[in-house]
């Protein structure tokens, strides 16, 4: 199974600062045929369910403020608050779905 | 609007048995691949299980395989978990999550079902 790995886990930003995050697959999770990384990150507040924010590693989901990116390629992945705001104080993970069996990564807990 | 409700979790004996319940609206249910996912106290997310449309495929996390399964019933719209043998360590939150058209991420989960497996 692909283990995926983030860090750190977890980090206190300013408000009006970046905060970055990143993820490492135990394998490549770049699909060759078509040259997508199978890469997704979640956004979890306290008692919710996870929210969508980037798929295939850097595409913004609907309705995601621009100040959210994702990057990166085959096993390195980052995603990235460009100016955090107070909501953005959660736990975030990121998942493969390369592989039949998906995996998330442990979290990374961002505090202000 | 996409809606998934899930519901059956509650207090169980350890080895005991459950099935949870998702009810699925707002998209069409039978063309869509759907995931169980969960998460213990305090914990971080963990995929547990997956079902092709139409059935065609299921996969289960190494954790679970041979004592949960995982159905669907188009006519119904709705997603079940069937959790036999259960262990303090099934003790979680379990969500259900639809797939994209696109690709096999999550943009929908339900509000989940709390399980605890305690004597």
């Known amino acids: 199974d692909i283990v995926m790995t983030q860090s750190p886990d977890s980090l206190a930003v300013s408000l009006g600062e970046r905060a970055t995050i990143n993820c490492k697959s135990s394998?490549?999770?770049?699909?060759?045929?078509?040259?997508?990384?199978?890469l997704a990150w979640y956004q979890q507040k306290p008692g919710q369910p996870p929210k969508l924010l980037i798929y295939?590693?850097?595409t913004r989901e609907s309705g995601v403020p621009d100040r959210f990116s994702g990057s990166g390629s085959g096993t390195d992945f980052t995603l990235t608050i460009s100016s955090l705001q107070a909501e953005d104080v959660a736990v975030y993970y990121c998942?493969?779905?390369?592989?039949?069996?998906?995996?998330f990564g442990q979290g990374t807990k961002l505090e202000i | 609007e996409v809606q998934l409700v899930e519901s059956g979790g509650g207090l169980v004996q350890p080895g005991g048995f459950l099935r949870l319940s998702c009810a699925a609206s707002?998209?069409?249910?039978?063309?869509?691949?759907m995931n169980w996912v969960r998460q213990a106290p305090g914990k971080g997310l963990q995929w547990i299980s997956y079902?092709?449309?139409?059935?065609?495929?299921?996969f289960y996390a190494d954790s679970v395989k041979g004592r949960f399964t995982i159905s669907r019933d188009d006519t119904r719209n709705s997603l079940y978990l069937y959790m036999n043998s259960l262990t303090a360590e099934d003790t979680a939150i379990y969500y259900c999550?639809?797939?994209?058209?696109?690709?096999?991420?999550?943009?929908?989960w339900g509000q989940g079902a709390l399980v605890t497996v305690s004597s």
């Open positions: 999550t639809t797939e994209s058209e696109g690709g096999s991420y999550s943009p929908y």
């Open positions: 707002g998209f069409t249910f039978s063309t869509y691949s």
């Open positions: 079902i092709r449309s139409g059935a065609t495929a299921s």
């Open positions: 394998e490549s999770v770049l699909y060759s045929s078509n040259n997508k990384n199978y």
């Open positions: 295939w590693a850097s």
């Open positions: 998942q493969q779905y390369y592989s039949t069996h998906y995996s």
